[in-house]
């Protein structure tokens, strides 16, 4: 008569709650391709962000030079028209006109400097992002991190040491 005992049981297949090692790999690259899109677009809207400020700075520039040229070609008229002139008002007038460009220019050309105040040129907190994630990565390489995971919750990371 033959029995049936659990030593003569044939081996277990796999759990299939345990990842495979392809299952793992494609994991971290798909985590690490999503890092670097998720850092890019930080870069890419702190630069676009910085262009704007720049693009309304260099308006307000432009406006301030535009309307200058303008004033400096009323100062020229009005040096004329006070050498050729006999009389005071029409050169004055032309004067009050000259004056009141420029200080326009002086308003147009404060308001471009204090937009470029906030104007840092270069997307700081991508580079610390992606300086961050380096590290990150160089301590997932050597292990010390997984190391210290292990050692944090022996239960759940399968830790064979003690910790000390």
Do not use: C
């Not at 700075?57 to 050729?84: C, D, K, N, S, Y």
């Amino acid at each position: 008569m033959a029995t049936h005992t659990p030593e003569s049981a044939a081996p277990q297949a796999p759990r299939t709650a345990d990842p495979t090692i392809g299952r793992l790999v494609n994991d971290a690259l798909v985590d690490v391709s999503t890092l670097f899109r998720s850092e890019i677009a930080l870069a890419k809207a702190e630069v676009t962000n910085d262009a704007k400020k720049a693009g309304k700075a260099g308006a307000m520039f432009a406006a301030a030079g535009f309307i200058a040229v303008f004033g400096f070609l009323f100062l020229l008229h009005t040096i004329a028209m006070g050498i050729i002139a006999v009389g005071l008002a029409p050169w004055l007038a032309y004067l009050i006109v000259t004056l009141v460009l420029f200080l326009v220019a002086g308003i147009l050309g404060l308001v471009g400097k204090s937009a470029l105040k906030g104007f840092k040129g270069k997307p700081e907190a991508a580079i610390n992002q992606a300086q961050k994630t380096v590290d990150d990565l160089k301590l997932a390489a050597t292990g010390e991190r997984t190391a210290a995971l292990r050692l944090a919750d022996p239960h759940a990371h399968g830790a064979t040491g003690v910790k000390k």
